[in-house]
């Protein structure tokens, strides 16, 4: 898809998110789901990382292979004329350049968003620290500032008890947020409010 499309359609996917209305997405899994769900009058599609994977014929949790998951989504971006976002669980790669790299193929696919989340190291029960996904939602916003990008928390993975989950959600939403006022600043799309609202000191200071 040409680039100029993507972002026009990254933009759309902006401006949805600052309606009087909270933005409902609906998910889709194929080219077929995605018309669907768009006929039936959305003005904005997201994909559901379980569907796709089980209509390809694999378990969820980053089981399908990057590349089969990069062309479903080229499929439903082809198909859709309205924004997309894509489900990328964690990121499907080990490192911030792979996930980087995921992304940017997204971008060239014609996605206008994706959604990350947090998750635990690979063979243990230990979830992940906030900085690990900062630095991958750092790696694409380089990519495209008009990328949309939401974070999917994931809190009832979070191992011991209910103080030690409460201050990892905590944790995570100021590290979030940090990161947020680092780069809203640099996005086109952004409105003005968002670029200028005053965030809290504890979310703005490290």
């Known amino acids: 898809m040409p680039l100029s ?55 969820d949790g980053e089981r399908m292979p990057a590349g089969e998951m990069l062309a479903a ?37 014609g996605a206008a968003g994706i959604n990350i989340e947090d998750g635990t190291r690979p063979g243990t029960r230990e979830l992940m620290p906030p900085q690990v996904l900062c630095e991958r939602i750092a790696a694409i916003r380089k990519l495209d500032a008009r990328f949309f990008i939401t974070r999917a928390p994931t809190p009832t993975s979070c191992p011991g008890k209910t103080r030690r989950r409460v201050s990892r959600r ?16 640099s996005c086109p799309a952004c409105p003005a409010s968002t670029k200028s609202r005053p965030w809290p000191a504890r979310w703005t200071s490290r």
Request: overall charge neutral; proline content about 3%.
């Open 170 to 185: 905590r944790n995570d939403a100021r590290a979030f947020m940090w990161q947020r006022v680092r780069t809203a600043s």
């Open 5 to 59: 499309e993507t972002r026009q359609r990254a933009d759309a996917f902006h401006r949805l998110h600052t309606g009087p209305e909270p933005l409902v997405l609906v998910n889709a899994w194929d080219a077929v789901s995605a018309r669907i769900v768009e006929r039936a009058g959305a003005t904005a599609i997201g994909t559901t990382s379980a569907g796709m994977a089980w209509s390809l014929g694999y378990a």
């Open 73 to 109: 989504c080229a499929r439903i971006c082809r198909v859709a004329s309205v924004p997309v976002s894509v489900d990328i669980e964690q990121g499907f790669g080990d490192s911030t350049q792979a996930v980087a790299d995921v992304a940017g193929a997204l971008i060239d696919r």
